[in-house]
């Protein structure tokens, strides 16, 4: 019985992680890197986008959440999907709208990458980091472990 009780465990353990695997696993596996005292300082789980199709529109819903979460310039985000997308678009509100038809997938893989260019620290992968001038050069620089690595905005 005892046997039997502990293995139900261990599969809606795994369900869990499969179901949150494609968005979160990047920033997952950047904790585990991170000595617990820093990683457990600040745990950073970034809203999924809620995306919706309105015609030919794409609607970012919740586009202020996940940037504000960030803690990056909005527009500089907002540029950053149309410049991937090639598209045009317009904020509204909470809202980002973008022309055409952009699948979620897409959209949370820009995200991602995102995140990976402007946010993570590429040492320690914490994404505790901002940026600072260093004469022409902006540098990305972690709060966590002190390094930079230069970054083209
Ligand atoms: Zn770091």
């Not at 696993?25 to 005292?37: N, Y």
Request: with cysteine.
């Amino acid at each position: 019985m005892a046997q039997n009780f502990q293995s139900i465990q261990v599969i809606s353990a795994k369900r869990k992680d499969m179901a949150d695997f494609d968005y979160e696993s990047l920033l997952e596996r950047a904790r585990e890197k991170i000595p617990t005292d820093i990683s457990s300082k600040r745990r950073w789980r970034l809203p999924p986008p809620q995306i919706l199709i309105e015609g030919n529109n794409t609607i970012f819903r919740n586009f202020k959440e996940v940037i504000d979460m960030m803690e990056r310039d909005e527009d500089h985000f907002f540029q950053y999907i149309l410049n991937e997308f090639g598209t045009s678009g317009a904020r509204d509100g909470p809202r980002a709208r973008f022309k055409g038809r952009i699948p979620p997938k897409r959209i949370k893989k820009t995200i991602i990458n995102y995140v990976n260019t402007y946010i993570k620290c590429s040492q320690c992968s914490a994404p505790d980091t901002h940026f600072i001038k260093e004469g022409r050069t902006t540098l990305l620089k972690c709060q966590a472990c002190g390094a930079t690595r230069p970054v083209r905005l």
